[in-house]
């Protein structure tokens, strides 16, 4: 299953990053720069998707008490916190070129690094309880937590006036941006989406064989090895 | 097409560095996670 994703990952990559630099055209005002964009906005959408869907997993384990859901929300994590990274490193290597800065405490950019260091918390509390089945409760209840920094992050650049850029394609508005530019970003936001969960599959059956190693049920079932 | 030739494509308009270490280091942070779930496999 996961050998399904990462191929279909790997060929939107391949056709995202044709668009990106051989079909968009220059940006009239940033000049090639703007480039960084095909993985800075899906890395940073996927940032956000990531937790939400590694807190409702972490919730859902919290309130039905199943483990599985629990191990899904903890498969989740690494990858959130790369592509987390990948937003915050990306965007500072567009900021410095375009705002002069590699680094400003912005509303949107201090709230994606707040983000980075929730998945962080949460991975380090999980790891650092011996007892998976509390490990798991009190990773979940940062997860909820944490929660509310998501929307702060979507809204940050409405709320407050921040020096990152508003939103240039949203749900209620047509995007402000050339069709093969918003092709290219979107074919790779669905590339980083594929990928993720590629790799989230395969974690998380690593941690259901490092947890279940011994149960009857997975050494009976032929998917996990 | 906008680029005239590879040194063209790799200058990316006098942004090379910003581009391509962004690009370089996305691509290093995947490659960094697929070895960690392979090697813990």
């Keep these: 299953m996961a050998t399904f994703f990462f191929l279909v990952a790997a060929i939107l990559t391949v056709w995202g990053l044709y668009i990106g630099f051989f079909v968009a055209p220059t940006d009239f005002q940033q000049g090639e720069s703007y480039r960084i964009i095909f993985i800075h906005v899906p ?56 705002w002069g800065a590699w680094w400003v405490w912005d509303a949107r950019l201090t709230s994606e690094l707040i983000l980075l260091f929730l998945y962080i918390g949460y991975m380090a509390l999980r790891a650092s309880i011996e007892d998976p089945r509390r490990g798991d409760r009190a990773s979940a209840i940062l997860a909820l937590v944490g929660v509310v920094n998501v929307p702060i992050i979507y809204f940050s650049v409405q709320w407050w006036n921040t020096l990152h850029q508003g939103a240039s394609v949203s749900l209620t508005k047509s995007p402000t941006m050339a069709t093969s530019m918003l092709t290219g970003m ?35 079932s032929s998917g996990v090895q | 097409m906008q680029w005239e030739s590879i040194s063209d494509f790799f200058a990316m308009g006098g942004y090379g560095l910003y581009v391509w270490g962004s690009y370089s280091v996305t691509a290093l942070c995947v490659v960094i996670e697929l070895v960690d779930l392979r090697k813990n496999r």
Excluded: C, K
């Design chain 1, 43 to 98: 890395a940073a959408w996927m940032s956000m998707l990531i937790y939400l869907v590694m807190s409702f997993w972490a919730a859902i384990g919290l309130i039905m008490n199943t483990r599985l859901s629990s191990m899904m929300a903890h498969a989740l994590a690494p990858t959130g916190a790369l592509m987390t990274f990948v937003a915050l490193w990306t965007g500072a290597f567009w900021g410095r070129p375009t």
């Design chain 1, 186 to 220: 979107l074919v790779m936001a669905l590339a980083f989406w594929m990928y993720s969960i590629a790799v989230s599959l395969m974690r998380v059956r690593r941690i259901i064989r490092d947890r279940e190693g011994n149960a009857t049920w997975l050494s009976e």
